[in-house]
């Protein structure tokens, strides 16, 4: 079930460069400085060169670590005394709990009945404590707010959060960093916080840069909220791309406004498609969450329609991709039978 919200502020100020930097140094002895890998068969099929920043391989198995080890380091001493609460489909609720560990502090976790086991095993394996709630974004928010009546703890949202935005943030500034000349990113879009902190880094960096959103088509709240310019929201979703069942906040959505070239939807036959063949050809482990943003470019055409024309010296655009996170139930692989 969807439904419009009221519009963003568009004059919210967004997270600067400086935070942004500042997060970077926050987090820097704490995580991996993620690999970029190649592949020449997608660059073949695509049509383009390929740049894959692999936050599969990220502490905790997803970029998440960054936003939540930022919010939660950043916290004063009386507040991390608090305890810290969160709600997540899983990779967030990892990151937070590996994070409060760190700060010393307890973590309690949200989450629906339906997460994936190996998420809710990770949650547990880094010392959070879970509260199961349905799958509706209206249960978890209903289920947080209870928790945080009865602990007194700090909530760190998922998204809606610059220091979480901040921190995500450098996945992408990581990337540029490395690979300074790409004419395009493609991130995959729930709540909006990496796509966000996408925008934010490679604008800076790059200011003629082309951004994309990659979105489950049954889970399309950001495609509609830029199409009618209001905010829409989704309340449960059965995409398989479990972590991108959120919808955008007025934080997220009017940095997206700003920044972003587009959304691209994305079939569920795609996502897993794409979820294969990176397993297949690249020989890692990333979730459909993670898949959906290197969907584009193998469907038929998927080049043309990001509208990049070749480079000047005729070779063809250079593509940057985000591979979020890696964190799947190898007992359901949706492929493992096919």
Same mark, same amino acid.
């Given at each position: 079930?969807?439904?419009?919200?009221?519009?963003?502020?568009?004059?919210?100020? *967004?997270?600067?460069?400086? !935070?942004?930097?500042?997060?970077?140094?926050?987090? @820097?002895?704490?995580?991996?400085?993620?690999?970029?890998?190649?592949?020449?068969?997608?660059?073949?099929?695509?049509? *383009?060169?390929?740049?894959?920043?692999?936050?599969?391989?990220?502490?905790?198995?997803?970029?998440?670590? +960054?936003?939540?080890?930022?919010?939660?380091?950043?916290?004063?001493?009386?507040?991390? +005394? +608090?305890?810290?609460?969160?709600?997540?489909?899983?990779?967030?609720?990892?990151?937070?709990? &590996?994070?409060?560990?760190?700060?010393?502090?307890?973590? /309690?976790?949200?989450?629906?009945?339906?997460?994936?086991?190996?998420?809710?095993?990770?949650?547990?394996?880094?010392?959070?404590?879970?509260?199961? &709630?349905?799958?509706?974004?209206?249960?978890?928010? #209903?289920? !947080?707010?209870?928790?945080?009546?009865?602990?007194?703890?700090?909530?760190?949202?998922?998204? @809606?959060? @610059?220091?979480?935005?901040?921190?995500?943030?450098?996945? *992408?500034? #990581?990337?540029?960093?490395?690979?300074?000349?790409? @004419?395009?990113?493609?991130?995959?879009?729930?709540?909006?916080?990496?796509?966000?902190?996408?925008?934010?880094?490679?604008?800076?960096?790059?200011?003629?840069?082309?951004?994309?959103? &990659?979105?489950?088509?049954?889970?399309?709240?950001?495609?509609?909220?830029?199409?009618?310019?209001?905010?829409? %929201?989704?309340? %449960?979703?059965?995409?398989?791309?479990?972590?991108?069942?959120?919808?955008?906040?007025?934080?997220?959505?009017?940095?997206?406004?700003?920044?972003?070239?587009?959304?691209?939807?994305?079939?569920? #036959?795609?996502?897993?498609?794409?979820?294969?063949?990176? /397993?297949?050809?690249?020989?890692?482990?990333?979730?459909?969450?993670?898949?959906?943003?290197?969907?584009?470019?193998?469907?038929?055409?998927?080049?043309?329609?990001?509208?990049?024309?070749?480079? *000047?010296?005729?070779?063809?655009?250079?593509?940057?991709?985000?591979?979020?996170?890696?964190?799947?139930?190898?007992?359901?692989?949706?492929?493992?039978? !096919?």
């Amino acid at each position: 079930m969807s439904s419009p919200q009221t519009g963003p502020n568009p004059q919210r100020a *967004a997270p600067s460069w400086q !935070a942004i930097a500042e997060a970077h140094a926050r987090i @820097d002895p704490h995580i991996h400085r993620t690999p970029v890998l190649t592949s020449r068969t997608l660059d073949r099929i695509s049509g *383009a060169q390929l740049f894959f920043k692999c936050e599969n391989l990220q502490k905790t198995g997803s970029f998440k670590i +960054r936003g939540a080890a930022n919010a939660i380091l950043s916290l004063s001493e009386e507040d991390a +005394r +608090r305890g810290i609460v969160t709600q997540s489909s899983g990779n967030h609720g990892a990151a937070v709990a &590996c994070a409060a560990a760190w700060r010393g502090t307890r973590a /309690w976790i949200v989450m629906p009945k339906t997460a994936p086991r190996v998420k809710c095993e990770a949650v547990e394996g880094y010392g959070g404590k879970i509260a199961f &709630c349905e799958q509706t974004v209206t249960a978890r928010k #209903e289920m !947080a707010a209870k928790v945080q009546a009865e602990t007194g703890a700090v909530l760190i949202h998922p998204y @809606d959060d @610059d220091l979480v935005i901040a921190g995500a943030a450098t996945a *992408a500034k #990581e990337l540029l960093e490395e690979m300074p000349d790409l @004419d395009a990113v493609l991130t995959p879009v729930s709540g909006g916080g990496l796509l966000s902190g996408t925008c934010l880094s490679a604008r800076h960096l790059k200011p003629a840069i082309r951004l994309f959103g &990659c979105e489950p088509a049954k889970a399309d709240d950001a495609y509609r909220s830029l199409q009618t310019g209001t905010l829409q %929201s989704i309340d %449960s979703s059965d995409t398989i791309a479990d972590g991108l069942r959120a919808s955008l906040a007025p934080r997220t959505f009017a940095i997206l406004r700003r920044e972003l070239s587009g959304i691209l939807l994305i079939s569920e #036959e795609e996502i897993i498609s794409a979820m294969r063949f990176l /397993w297949e050809r690249m020989k890692i482990v990333v979730e459909p969450s993670s898949s959906i943003a290197v969907a584009p470019l193998l469907k038929t055409g998927g080049l043309a329609g990001l509208h990049l024309p070749a480079r *000047a010296d005729g070779a063809p655009p250079k593509i940057g991709i985000i591979l979020s996170g890696g964190n799947v139930d190898l007992s359901a692989l949706p492929f493992s039978n !096919a």
